[in-house]
C-alpha cells in the first residue's frame, strides 16, 4: 500500500501540517504585535499593577482608596463581580423554579403568566432588559420618600436598605453554629437513613438506640438554627428619618447592583423555568401514575419520585446556565457599577496596558467558570443513579 | 365479535366547566387565580394608565407637567428613521428602501416557492405572519404619509411575488436548489446597494447604524461561524489527539469568556496582532469578535449533532467504498446538521440579541441608536422607557418569530 493511503501516515501529516499553521498564524500574529508594541511604545510587564490607581471605585467590599495600587482595584472589582454571581445564581433560581413549576401548573391562568413571562424575557436582549430596569429604579422616589416594604426594607433611587446583622463576636459565633449544623445535617439524615435500613435487618434492633439520638440531634438543631437566625444575631435594623430624609443603619445595595441582580435573575429565571419545565416533563408519565396507584400523595410524588429524576436531567443545562449568568454579569460596565470587566477596562484606558489587563480578565473569568463547573460536576456525580 | 369503541368520552366542556375545570378545582387553585388575576388587572391597569395620555398631553407646546406622568409616544414616532436606518444619508435613503423591496420581494417568491407543492398558509404560517403582520401594521400607523406609500407598496409586492413563486414552483420544481445561490447572491446585491462603491457614492461600512447594523452583524457573524464552527466540531471529535487537543482549548476558552470581553479584545487586540497598513472597520472587527464568539457556541451544537449520528452510517458508508472526507461530506455532516437544527436557530437568536452589545463597544446598532437619542437630544430626557420598550419590542418580533417557526419546522 502507498504510504498516501496509510490511515496512519495520514494522520500524522494531518497533525504536523495543522501544527505548523497553528504556529504559523501564532507567529503571525506574535510578529506583528511586538513590531505594533514597538511601533508605539508600549512594553510588556506586569509591574504597573503596584502603581496607584487614582481612580475612586463607588462600590466596594473591601477598603479600597484612589491611592491603593491597580491590584487591587481589581481585586476590588472581582469582588464585585463574585457577589452578583452569587446572589444573582441563588435569586435567579429561586425564580426560575417557581416559574417553572408556574408553567406546569394545572391552573390555566397561572401557566399563561408563566408562559407569557419566559417568552418576554427570553426574546429580548439582556443588555437592553437591563438599561430598562435601571431606567425605571432612576426613576423611583429618592431617598426622602423612599418606598417601604414590611420587614424594614427601603428601596429609593439611592438603592436597597435592608436589615443585616452587625459583625460584632456574637454574630460570629452564630454564624460558624450555622454553617456546622449546616454541614452536619446531611451527614446526619444519611446515617439515619443507613440507620432504618440496618434496622430491618439486624436482629436485637441495636440500631434502634441510635435512631432516636439522631433524630433529638437532628430536631435540636432544626428548632436552634432559625431561634439563632431571629434572636441571637444583632440585626442592625435600617432607620428612616423622615425629617432629615435619610436612611441609616442596615446595609445597603446601591442601584446600580440592585438592578443588575434583579436584571440578571429575571432573565437567567426565564432560561432556568425553561430548564426546570424540560427536566420534569422528561420524567415519563407512568411514574407519576404508579407512584400514586401505590397511595403516595401528590406532594410526595413530587418530592420521591419525580424531582429527583428531574433533577438528573436539569443539571447539565442548569451549569450552563449558571455560567451565562456568572459571564453577563460582565454587562454591568453598561450601566455603571464596577465589576472586574468595567474597572480592567478603566485601567487598561487609563494606562494602554490592553494585553495585559486582557490576560487577568480572562484569566479570572475562566477560573470561576472552572469553580462553577467543577462545584455542579460534584453536584451532578450525587444526584446521579448509582449504576453498579 | 363486535368491536367496542375505545375511545374517551367527549368532555363536555361548555365555559362554566372549563372554569371549574382549569381555575377553581380545589381551595388553593381558587387562590392562586385571584391573586394571578389580581396581578393581571393590575399590570394592566397601570400600563394602560401611562400608555394613554389625557387628551391635554397631546398637545406639542406647553403641556402640563402632570404630563410627565404619562408616556409620550412621539419620542418613538418621531425618531422612527433612526431606529430603521439610523444615520443613512438622507438623499441616499432610496438605496434603503430599495434593499428592504428587494428582501421582501424575494422573501415571498422563496415562501411561493416551497408551498408550490403544498398550501401557502398552514398553521405555522398563519402564526408567523400574524406576528409579523401586526408587528408591520403597528409601524404602518405611527410613521410619515411618504413612509406609509412605500410600506403599503412593499406589502403589495410580497404578495405579488409570492404568487409568482407559487406559479413558477409549480411549473419548474428544480427552482427550489437554486434559490440558496440567488439569496447569497442578493447578500451581495444589498451590501453594495447599502454601502454603496462601484458606481453608488460610497457609505462605508461604518456608517451603517441602526437596524440595519443590527441584521447586517448577524447574519455575517452566523454564516461566516459556519465553517469554522463545523471543522471545529470534526477537530473536537477527532481521533488524532492534537487536533482534539487545539479545538478543545479553543472552544473551552471562548466558551468561558463573556462576549463583550470577546468583542473589546476584537476592538483592542485585533490591530495589535495584524500589520499596522491593514486597517480593519469597526463594523468589521465586531463581527470578526462575533464570528469567534459564535464558532464555538456553534461547534459544540454540531458535535451533539455528530454524536447522534449511528457509527453504522459511516462504516456502511466506507463500506461501500467513498474515502474519508466523501463519508463526512454526504453521510455524516448532512444528518448531523439535520438533527441540530433547532439548537442552530436557538443560537442565531441568542446571537441576534447578542449584537446589541455593539452599543457598548462604541457601535450604533438598534439600541445603540436609542442611546444615542437619549443622551443627544433633552428634548426625550425622561422617554427612556417608551424607547426601551419599543426597541424591545422590535427585538422581541424578531426573536419570537424566529423561535416559533424553528418550533413548527420541529414539528
Known sequence: MSFWRNAKVLGIAAQVVVILLVIAILAFFGDNLIYNFQLRGLSFGFDFLQDSASFPIGTSLIDYDPSNSYLRAIIVGLLNSLIVMVVGIIVATILGVAIGIGRLSDNWLVKQIATVYIEIFRNTPLLLQLFFWYSIFLQLPTSKDPIVIPGSIFLSNQGLFFPWPAFDPVTWLALTLIILSIISAPILWRRRKLAIELTKSSPDNLPLRDRKEQLTILLITAIAVPLIVFFVLDWQFPNFDRDLGLIAGGANLSLEITTLIFGLAIYTGAFIAEVVRAGITSVSKGQWEAARSLGLKANLVMQLIIFPQALRVMIPPLTSEYLNLAKNSSLATAIGYPDIYSISFNISEQTGRSLEILLIVMASYLSVNLIISVAMNLFNKQVQIKER | ?411
Open chain 2, 1 to 411: 365479535m363486535t368491536v367496542i369503541d375505545t375511545q374517551p368520552p367527549k368532555a363536555n366542556l361548555n365555559p362554566l366547566n372549563w372554569l371549574k375545570k382549569n381555575l377553581f378545582n380545589n381551595w388553593y387553585n381558587t387562590i392562586l387565580t385571584i391573586i394571578s388575576l389580581l396581578f393581571i388587572v393590575w399590570i394592566f391597569y397601570s400600563f394602560i394608565n401611562w400608555a394613554i395620555p389625557p387628551a391635554e398631553c397631546l398637545t406639542k407646546d406647553n403641556a402640563p407637567r402632570i404630563c410627565a406622568n404619562y408616556a409620550d409616544w412621539n419620542a418613538v414616532t418621531e425618531n422612527m428613521r433612526l431606529f430603521f436606518v439610523g444615520y443613512y444619508p438622507e438623499e441616499l435613503l432610496w438605496r434603503t428602501w430599495a434593499s428592504f423591496k428587494i428582501i421582501v420581494a424575494l422573501s415571498g417568491f422563496s415562501w411561493g416557492i416551497f408551498s408550490a407543492s403544498s398550501t401557502l398558509f398552514n398553521r405555522a404560517t398563519i402564526i408567523v405572519l400574524s406576528v409579523l403582520g401586526a408587528s408591520y401594521l403597528t409601524i404602518l400607523f405611527s410613521v410619515g404619509f411618504e413612509s406609509q406609500q412605500y410600506l403599503v407598496a412593499t406589502l403589495f409586492i410580497f404578495a405579488i411575488t409570492t404568487l409568482i413563486g407559487k406559479k413558477l414552483g409549480t411549473n419548474l420544481p428544480d427552482l427550489k436548489l437554486w434559490l440558496p445561490l440567488v439569496w447569497f447572491f442578493n447578500f451581495f446585491l444589498v451590501l453594495w446597494l447599502l454601502q454603496g462603491g462601484l458606481f453608488l457614492e460610497s457609505v462605508g461600512l461604518d456608517n451603517l447604524s441602526g437596524i440595519i447594523l443590527t441584521f447586517l452583524a448577524a447574519i455575517v457573524s452566523i454564516v461566516l461561524c459556519f465553517p469554522f464552527g463545523i471543522l471545529l466540531a470534526l477537530g473536537r471529535q477527532s481521533h488524532l489527539p492534537i487536533i482534539r487537543w487545539l479545538s478543545t482549548i479553543y472552544i473551552e476558552i471562548i466558551r468561558g469568556l463573556p462576549l463583550i470581553g470577546i468583542l473589546f479584545m476584537a476592538q483592542v487586540m485585533l490591530p495589535l496582532v495584524l500589520p499596522p497598513d491593514l486597517r480593519l472597520s469597526r463594523v468589521v472587527r465586531a463581527i470578526a469578535g462575533f464570528t469567534i464568539f459564535a464558532s464555538a457556541y456553534l461547534a459544540e451544537n454540531v458535535r451533539g449533532g455528530l454524536q447522534s449520528v449511528p457509527r453504522g452510517q459511516s462504516e456502511a458508508a466506507k463500506a461501500l467504498g467513498l474515502n474519508g472526507p466523501l463519508v463526512l461530506a454526504l453521510i455524516v455532516l448532512p444528518q448531523a446538521l439535520r438533527a441540530v437544527i433547532p439548537s442552530i436557530v436557538g443560537q442565531f437568536i441568542s446571537l441576534f440579541k447578542d449584537t446589541s452589545l455593539l452599543a457598548i463597544v462604541g457601535l450604533v446598532d438598534l439600541l445603540g441608536i436609542s442611546q444615542s437619542i437619549l443622551l443627544g437630544n433633552p428634548e426625550y430626557n425622561g422617554r427612556s422607557v417608551e424607547i426601551y420598550l419599543f426597541v424591545g419590542f422590535i427585538y422581541w418580533i424578531c426573536c419570537y418569530s424566529m423561535s416559533l417557526a424553528s418550533r413548527n419546522l420541529e414539528k
